[in-house]
Nanobody
Framework: QVQLAQSGGGSVQAGGSLSLSCSIS????????IGWFRQAPGKEREEVAAIALDIGGTYYADSALGRFTISQDNAKNTVFLQMNSLKPEDTAMYYC????????????????????WGQGTQVTVSL
């Protein structure tokens, strides 16, 4: 079973940058993918980005494209989300999740049923 532990986040002014980390432990498989999601108060959970651990393929939601970068370390046990040009509307609790899927279908698959979720980390962007 996979376990996820998040770190990073915090508060920043609009236009700034923050980085999130998702440390992976336990048994991953060749088709394990990691997705990042976020949820703001009173809003539904939103997909952000995903990466397939085996081949490194990535996928971004429109809101993240061009501003956020998802990556992994060489050992494939930590996934990062680098967030640049942050906007107030990026303010939310961010979660990483793990499951078995391709990079293309990762976010939709994890939304339906992830194997594991991180504990969440707050990102606050002020004007």
């Amino acid at each position: 079973q996979v376990q996820l532990a998040q770190s990073g986040g915090g508060s920043v002014q609009a236009g700034g940058s923050l980085s999130l980390s998702c440390s992976i432990s336990g048994d991953t498989s060749i088709d394990t993918c990691i997705g990042w999601f976020r949820q703001a108060p009173g809003k539904e959970r939103e997909e952000v980005a995903a990466i397939a651990l085996d081949i490194g393929g990535t996928y971004y939601a429109d809101s993240a494209l061009g501003r956020f970068t998802i990556s992994q370390d060489n050992a494939k046990n930590t996934v990062f989300l680098q967030m640049n040009s942050l906007k107030p509307e990026d303010t939310a609790m961010y979660y990483c999740a793990a499951g078995a899927a391709t990079w293309r279908s990762c976010l939709s698959s994890l939304s339906s049923g992830a194997e594991a979720w991180g504990q969440g980390t707050q990102v606050t962007v002020s004007l």
